[in-house]
């Protein structure tokens, strides 16, 4: 496909599960950004990938969030022991690495995590 | 405190008004600002970036303007398909300014 896909689309775990999240950037881009969305909420960001390696974690809430990045390709994002408050769509970009500048960003259609 | 406030955080304009929504922003230096639009259940698209003061991009009823504290999108003669979430967003120029930090949008109705 052309665009940044996500998966799962929908997740529904109960709390205090692990979950992984899946995004596959678009071919060529080496920049990949994980945002988390709130209801009522601006994008939160999360962790900016640079190829294979996070220069910028800043954003991860707590340790229970980790994110890695293998090939300079395919991201996971995986939350343990989930909480109720990690509820959201957590969204995936990617960009060119000459483009991180220009703010232009390409995004998937996110992830939708509900923890019961 | 907030790096982004855009506001207002919800405008009901009829086909045809005219109006602006406003994104207020806070860093020490600015890299670059950015206006995105969100439909309903999709990820974030680019519309715009600005650098500086002045500087003012157009794509076909929307313009977007900067200042040194804010940034405007002007909607010119809005059609129902203008209906979105309009997002704001800043990048601080600073050693580790990768991140695109977001207001929390304003949600734009076009009535016909």
């Known amino acids: 496909g052309a665009g940044v896909s996500q998966s799962p689309s929908n997740k529904v775990t109960e709390k205090g599960k692990d979950v992984e999240l899946r995004c596959d950037p678009i071919?060529?881009?080496?920049?990949l950004y994980w945002y988390r969305q709130s209801l009522g909420q601006g994008l939160e960001f999360l962790i900016y990938?640079?190829?294979?390696?996070?220069?910028?974690k800043s954003g991860l809430p707590s340790d229970r969030f980790s994110a890695e990045r293998t090939g300079g390709s395919v991201s996971t994002l995986t939350i343990q022991r989930t909480q109720q408050e990690d509820s959201a769509v957590y969204l995936c970009?990617?960009?060119?690495?000459?483009?991180?500048?220009?703010?232009?960003?390409?995004f998937g259609e996110g992830s939708r995590l509900t923890v019961l | 405190e907030d790096q982004v406030t855009q506001s207002p955080e919800a405008l009901r304009l009829q086909e045809g008004e005219s109006s602006s929504l406003n994104c207020s922003y806070t860093?020490?230096?600015?890299?670059?600002l950015f206006w995105y639009r969100q439909d309903p259940g999709k990820g974030p698209e680019f519309l715009f970036t600005l650098y500086s003061a002045g500087e003012e991009k157009e794509k076909e009823r929307l313009k977007a303007t900067l200042t040194k504290k804010e940034s405007f999108l002007h909607i010119t003669a809005p059609k129902p398909e203008d209906s979105a979430t309009y997002l704001c967003?800043?990048?601080?120029?600073?050693?580790?300014?990768?991140?695109?930090?977001f207001g929390k949008g304003t949600s734009l109705l076009v009535t016909p």
């Open positions: 970009a990617s960009t060119r690495d000459g483009r991180v500048n220009t703010g232009e960003l390409f």
């Open positions: 967003a800043v990048q601080e120029r600073s050693n580790s300014g990768y991140a695109l930090n």
């Open positions: 071919s060529g881009h080496t920049a």
């Open positions: 990938f640079q190829g294979n390696s996070a220069p910028d």
């Open positions: 860093v020490s230096g600015l890299r670059g």
